[in-house]
C-alpha cells in the first residue's frame, strides 16, 4: 500500500486566496483525521470523519475552514480566504473504527505558507 | 476531556546514554496511549503502543515504554541513545473507543551528541 498520500506537499498563497489540501487515506480504513502543527500549539485535531461522515469539528479554527470527504477514498481540507495565521504543516491520517489500538496512518503532510 | 503534557520540550542526552522522554496523561476511561517520532520534513510514525494487557510495551528502534495507572504517566525509554533517534516524539492518548481521535501532546526534541 502507498500510505496516506497527500498534495501538494508545499502550497505558498497570497492571503485571501482559497487554498484546498487533498488527502487519499489507505484502502480500507474508514476513520479519516485532520491536523494542524504548529511551533506554538503543536499537533490540533482539526476534524475526523467515520465512514466518510464527520464526527467532530470542533478543531475547526473559524468558518473560514471546511472539510468534506465525498468517498471513502477522498478528502480535503479547504481555506477560504486564507490569512497568514493560517501557515502550518497539516496532516492527514488515516485508520480503522474500532482500530485505535493499532494507531494512526500519517501522511507526510502538507506546508502552507501564507504570505 | 483527554490531555496529555510531555515534560521537558527539548532534551539532550550522548550517544550512549539513557534516554527518558516523560508524559502523563488525563483520561476519564481506560485510555490507548502512543508515542510516534517525527523525523525533520515527515510524518509522524508510530513507536509503540499499549492498549491492555503488559503495561511494559517496546517498540521499533529498541525503544519502551511503561503504563503506570497511578501515576498516570506513560514515559518513553531507551537504554543507549544513538545519533539517528534525534528527531522529535510525541505522546497521545485516546479513550479506546471506536471512532475516537487521538490527542497529542506538545512533543519532545531529542538531541544526541556525539
Known amino acids: 500500500d502507498a500510505g496516506v498520500i497527500q498534495s501538494p506537499r508545499h502550497e505558498v498563497t497570497e492571503m485571501g486566496q482559497e487554498v484546498t489540501l487533498r488527502c487519499k487515506p489507505i484502502s480500507g480504513h474508514n476513520s479519516l483525521f485532520w491536523y494542524r502543527q504548529t511551533m506554538m500549539r503543536g499537533l490540533e485535531l482539526l476534524i475526523y470523519?467515520?465512514?466518510?461522515?464527520?464526527?467532530?469539528d470542533s478543531g475547526m479554527p473559524e468558518d473560514r475552514f471546511s472539510a468534506k470527504m465525498p468517498n471513502a477514498s477522498f478528502s480535503t481540507l479547504k481555506i477560504q480566504p486564507s490569512e497568514p495565521r493560517d501557515s502550518a504543516v497539516y496532516f492527514c491520517?488515516?485508520?480503522?473504527?474500532?482500530?485505535?489500538?493499532?494507531?494512526?496512518?500519517f501522511g507526510s503532510g502538507t506546508r502552507l505558507t501564507v504570505v | 476531556a483527554q490531555s496529555v503534557t510531555q515534560l521537558g520540550s527539548h532534551v539532550s542526552v550522548s550517544e550512549g546514554a539513557l534516554v527518558l522522554l516523560r508524559c502523563n496523561y488525563s483520561?476519564?476511561?481506560?485510555?490507548?496511549l502512543f508515542w510516534y517520532v517525527q523525523y525533520p520534513n515527515q510524518g509522524l510514525q508510530l513507536l509503540l503502543k499499549?492498549?491492555?494487557?503488559?503495561?511494559l510495551v517496546k517498540g521499533i528502534n529498541g525503544f519502551e515504554a511503561e503504563f503506570k495507572k497511578s501515576e498516570t504517566s506513560f514515559h518513553l525509554t531507551k537504554p543507549s541513545a544513538h545519533m539517528s533517534d534525534a528527531a522529535e516524539y510525541f505522546c497521545a492518548v485516546s479513550e479506546g473507543q471506536a471512532g475516537t481521535a487521538l490527542i497529542f501532546g506538545k512533543g519532545t526534541t531529542l538531541s544526541v551528541s556525539s
Open positions: 483520561s476519564s476511561v481506560p485510555p490507548y
Open positions: 470523519f467515520n465512514n466518510n461522515v464527520p464526527i467532530d
Open positions: 491520517a488515516s485508520s480503522l473504527i474500532g482500530g485505535q489500538g493499532y494507531g494512526y496512518t
Open positions: 499499549y492498549t491492555t494487557g503488559a503495561t
